[in-house]
């Protein structure tokens, strides 16, 4: 069965930090690169960060230097951890693998909201 659980969003200040989590299940999953993607009202979803299941990072520029992305396949699980947040950050955040189409399956996402 093909799940995906997001958590960790909230609101935070403007230079704040949150720390998220994606519980996976299903062998779609399994040796895939996952990724972390945000969605703001009226805009398109897009992927921010990847990572390989050989720990190998990829960082979107915008938010280069403050996003760190890991896994744990052992516990099924991906994490982003975000610094130095920004109001521009504001969107609901998922989890998938990072060549997941608008039409495939999603989570329910978190949202993440930074006030000024």
């Known amino acids: 069965q093909v799940q995906l659980v997001e958590s960790g969003g909230g609101l935070v200040q403007f230079g704040g930090s949150l720390t998220l989590s994606c519980a996976w299940s299903?062998?779609?999953?399994?040796?895939?690169?996952m990724g972390w993607f945000r969605q703001a009202p009226g805009n398109k979803r897009d992927l921010v960060a990847a990572v390989t299941v050989g720990d190998t990072t990829t960082i979107a520029g915008a938010v280069k230097g403050r996003f760190t992305i890991s896994r744990d396949d052992s516990k099924r699980v991906v994490i982003l951890e975000m610094n130095n947040l920004k109001p521009e950050d504001t969107a609901v955040y998922y989890c998938n693998r990072a060549i997941a189409k608008p039409g495939d399956y999603w989570g329910q996402g978190t949202q993440v909201t930074v006030s000024s």
């Open positions: 299903g062998s779609i999953f399994e040796d895939a690169i």
